[in-house]
């Protein structure tokens, strides 16, 4: 589908109907705004137990941005999750809020981002994080098509919720966390191999899921078995009181 063609109803059941879970879902959302917006990156933030994490990604800087903004807990990403607002940054190099992400973010060559909430002020609030290279690199993207996906992840998540029990909704964002610990913890190996950055390593395993054609999430839990003999865990999430 081109960029140009309009994400109607009769697209969003189409991809309902040929994902398989919740996960796969977002990410064909997360894809089609990537496309559509012409972004380097495109990244999907949920919140649960007031912990943020990136469920799904596109392209090849959202997941190291977003994952900046969650370890200072500030950036653009998070304050367009808790405010249920959009948030437009049109050059990262004029910015002074966020500490020093927006520093960050241009060092990584993104200049410019948007943010739309998902689920605005429910227990599992998010925001769809779109990243771009040059200043005011979505001054022109079609942002009511954009809207359109940050509403259907919005829809997609409150219907896996009523159709679900607490314990299956948890299991989906519980295989989500286990995705992210398994890149944090093949990010650790591969520091400690090459003495290198955390930026450096990402990118080292970046390079090697783009060259061999499988999933970043893929390639890392591959490694971390090969290294000890079991396929790695992650933390459980911890209930709601």
């Not at 109607?8 to 991809?15: A, E, L, N, P, R």
């Not at 990584?108 to 227990?123: E, M």
């Not at 944090?184 to 970046?206: H, K, N, P």
Request: aromatic letters at 6%; proline letters at 4%; a negative charge.
């Amino acid at each position: 589908m081109s960029a140009d063609q309009t994400y109607d109803s009769s697209h969003i059941t189409q991809w309902l109907l040929e994902t398989d879970s919740l996960e796969d879902f977002l990410q064909t959302l997360a894809d089609a705004a990537l496309e559509m917006s012409h972004a380097h990156g495109a990244g999907l933030t949920l919140e649960r137990d007031g912990r943020p994490l990136t469920v799904v990604s596109s392209g090849t800087s959202a997941s190291k941005l977003d994952e900046k903004q969650y370890g200072q807990n500030d950036g653009p990403c998070l304050q367009s999750l808790r405010s249920g607002e959009e948030l437009s940054v049109s050059d990262m190099l004029a910015e002074s809020r966020w500490g020093d992400y927006p520093a960050y973010a241009a060092a990584c060559g993104i200049r410019s981002s948007y943010s739309l909430p998902i689920a605005a002020h429910t227990d599992t609030a998010g925001a769809l994080n779109l990243y771009g290279v040059p200043p005011d690199a979505f001054a022109r993207a079609d942002l009511t098509a954009l809207r359109s996906l940050a509403a259907q992840a919005t829809g997609a998540i409150a219907l896996a919720k009523r159709l679900s029990d607490t314990q299956d909704f948890a299991d989906q964002l519980q295989e989500a966390m286990r995705y992210r610990s398994v890149i944090d913890q093949a990010l650790g190996v591969i520091m400690g191999q090459r003495r290198c950055t955390a930026d450096e390593a990402f990118d080292v395993l970046r390079s090697a899921s783009q060259h061999r054609n499988i999933k970043l999430r893929d390639l890392c839990t591959e490694l971390l078995t090969g290294l000890t003999g079991q396929t790695p865990s992650a933390p459980a999430l911890r209930p709601r009181p």
